[in-house]
T-cell receptor
Framework: QKEVEQNSGPLSVPEGAIASLNCTYSDRGSQSFFWYRQYSGKSPELIMF????GDKEDGRFTAQLNKASQYVSLLIRDSQPSDSATYLCAVNGAGGSYIPTFGRGTSLIVHP | DGGITQSPKYLFRKEGQNVTLSCEQNLNHDAMYWYRQDPGQGLRLIYY???????QKGDIAEGYSVSREKKESFPLTVTSAQKNPTAFYLC????????????FGSGTRLTVV
């Protein structure tokens, strides 16, 4: 059974701070890793994708992948109240499996 | 603009009734998926299809049925056999292969009355 674990939160950070969201996965052969943002009552939106070890930056977002330790992180710099949402981690399996396993998500609250 | 459209946004089902949720995409994606999301829960896969006229059961397919007669369309029927259908239903599409994320529709909120 492939598992993707996230702390449900809520993670509360002040405006302007760095928010750090973490995700661990069980399938060592996993190849692709995604972060989705889901506002309350809305559908998820893809915000980051990473597949190689290290960091990937896109604007205020940085995804970090460590395959040896089987974790992937999302850092949000200069957090804004509009970043308040649930962040879902998704992991594609090994081989020909393109169906991701989703974590339950971490709720982020950015307070002014 | 390309996108994925779900309808209706809200749906009410009476006991013993079958209802069909619509999902249409114009992104030219080969793969389409249906997920169910319950409050405080993650996404659970109901069915998926990677090519026309073929689909596979996901983790919670019992009580649901799908068809994939056209590349653009992947409707989901919630049958009377699904005993607890009240949930938020999400349709998604993607290109096939590693490294392609999902585009989600706006969702259908189904309530049993």
């Amino acid at each position: 059974q492939k598992e993707v674990e996230q702390n449900s939160g809520p993670l509360s950070v002040p405006e302007g701070a760095i928010a750090s969201l973490n995700c661990t996965y069980s399938d060592r052969g996993s190849q692709s890793f995604f972060w989705y943002r889901q506002y309350s009552g809305k559908s998820p939106e893809l915000i980051m994708f990473i597949y190689s070890n290290g960091d990937k930056e896109d604007g205020r977002f940085t995804a970090q992948l460590n395959k040896a330790s089987q974790y992937v992180s999302l850092l949000i710099r200069d957090s804004q109240p509009s970043d308040s949402a649930t962040y879902l981690c998704a992991v594609n399996g090994a081989g020909g499996s393109y169906i991701p396993t989703f974590g339950r998500g971490t709720s982020l609250i950015v307070h002014p | 603009d390309g996108g994925i459209t779900q309808s209706p946004k809200y749906l009410f089902r009476k006991e013993g009734q079958n209802v069909t949720l619509s999902c249409e995409q114009n992104l030219n994606h080969d793969a389409m998926y249906w997920y169910r999301q319950d409050p405080g829960q993650g996404l659970r896969l109901i069915y998926y299809s990677q090519i026309v006229n073929d689909f596979q059961k996901g983790d919670i397919a019992e009580g649901y049925s799908v068809s994939r007669e056209k590349k653009e369309s992947f409707p989901l029927t919630v049958t009377s056999a699904q005993k607890n259908p009240t949930a938020f239903y999400l349709c998604a599409s993607s290109q096939t292969g590693q490294g392609f994320g999902y585009t989600f529709g706006s969702g259908t909120r189904l309530t049993v009355v």
